[in-house]
């Protein structure tokens, strides 16, 4: 790395359609969404039954796909193996960067829904949104997509814009969690 030779990253590949794919290195800023995400299901999950995992743990849906997602929820505990996850969790969510958003928005989102994940959240560090997707059918359905603004944007709103922006909303597996947009893209630098 430049300036510091003794810092090696480890590299990280994914199996994606049989295919061995060599994982970007992540940001600070894609880090920090991740983590955020996985501490909001963390401090609401804690004492029930299901278990949110954070970047780095490996999901194996098919013998061509084994994914390491930026974070999920596994609710079946028998799906937890010493190494990995086994089977569909309950939820994903991927945060996008440059190098990995065509097989999160294509071949991945595919995957999750022909593996039976019943909630999928594309997380878009640039936009500051979420799009949210829903199994129905056995089909993926865009639920919403969630867009953060910073009071000074919506300051700049018209009354029309004001009325239509939604500061948080809830996951489908828990209506009792109000995930704000603000504790996830605010102050992210």
Sequence with gaps: MNGNPAYQEEQREELIGGKFIA????????NRLAFRIAV????HLKGKRCIP???GTAVFLTDEDHFIPDGMVVCDRDKIKP??????????WEVLSPSTAKNDRWHKKNVYEASG????????????SIEVYLLA???????NIYYFHTEAEIAEMDEAEKAAFVPSFHCHLYDDLDISLADIFEDLF
């Design 137 to 143: 059918g056995g089909q993926y359905c865009l639920e």
């Design 117 to 128: 994940v019943p909630e999928y959240w594309l997380v878009d560090p640039v936009g500051k």
């Design 83 to 92: 190494k990995w996850v086994e089977g569909a969790p309950d939820l994903v």
């Design 40 to 43: 909001l299901f963390e401090n």
């Design 23 to 30: 994982m970007s290195p992540a940001t600070p800023q894609h």
């Design 53 to 55: 995992f954070s970047d």
